[in-house]
C-alpha cells in the first residue's frame, strides 16, 4: 500500500467511527419536522449555503452533528464550466465504506450545480469532523437508483417529499467512492 492509500485508509477509518456514533442533535426533531415545509425550504435555501460549511468547521464538525443530529459533509468538487474549486454542505448516507449523495435542489426543476461539477469532474473530495478524504464520483442510476435513495429517506425524510415536487426530472444521484 503506498503512502496516499495508507493515509486515506487511516482517514476513513476515523471518519467511520465517527459515523458509528448514533446521531441525537438537539435540533433533529424539529429539522426533521419543518425540514419538508415550503416555508422553511424557502428560508434555508437562502441561508443554508452561508451557515452550513461555517458550522460544519466549527470543532471539526463536532457543532454541526450535535446540532443537527444529521450526517453532514462538505464536499468540495471542480467548478464544470470554471474549473475553480467549489465547496458544498450537503447531508449523506453510509452504503460501506462509500458516500451517497442526492441533489434535490430543494425540490427545484432544476439540478443543482454541484451535480454538473461531479459529472465534469469525478475527481472530488469529502470533508467530515475536519478529515478530508478524497473520493471519485459515479453517478448511480437503473435498478440501484430507488433502493440507494431510500437510504437517504431513512435519514431525511423530506427528500421523499423533494422526489414528488420533482417527479419529471428525478434528482442525481451520486456514490462517493474514497480513494484507498
Do not use: C
Request: aromatic share 8%; glycine share 8%; hydrophobic share 40%.
Amino acid at each position: 500500500m503506498n503512502t496516499d492509500a495508507a493515509t486515506n485508509a487511516a482517514k476513513l477509518a476515523r471518519i467511520n467511527a465517527l459515523d458509528a456514533v448514533e446521531p441525537r442533535g438537539l435540533l433533529r426533531s424539529v429539522l426533521l419536522k419543518v425540514g419538508p415545509q415550503p416555508w422553511f425550504i424557502a428560508i434555508y435555501r437562502r441561508l443554508g449555503p452561508k451557515i452550513d460549511p461555517t458550522v460544519s468547521r466549527i470543532r471539526d464538525g463536532a457543532v454541526m452533528r450535535s446540532l443537527y443530529g444529521l450526517p453532514g459533509m462538505v464536499l468540495h468538487t471542480t467548478g464544470a464550466k470554471s474549473g475553480q474549486p467549489r465547496s458544498n454542505p450537503l447531508l449523506y448516507a453510509r452504503d460501506g465504506d462509500d458516500f451517497i449523495v442526492v441533489g434535490t435542489n430543494f425540490g427545484q426543476l432544476k439540478h443543482p450545480a454541484w451535480t454538473a461539477n461531479l459529472r465534469a469532474h469525478p475527481d472530488a473530495a469529502v470533508e467530515i469532523g475536519g478529515i478530508t478524504l478524497p473520493v471519485t464520483a459515479h453517478i448511480i442510476e437503473g435498478d440501484e437508483w430507488q433502493s440507494v435513495f431510500d437510504r437517504l429517506v431513512a435519514i431525511y425524510p423530506g427528500y421523499a417529499l423533494y422526489l414528488e415536487r420533482r417527479s419529471e426530472l428525478p434528482p442525481r444521484l451520486f456514490r462517493l467512492v474514497p480513494k484507498v
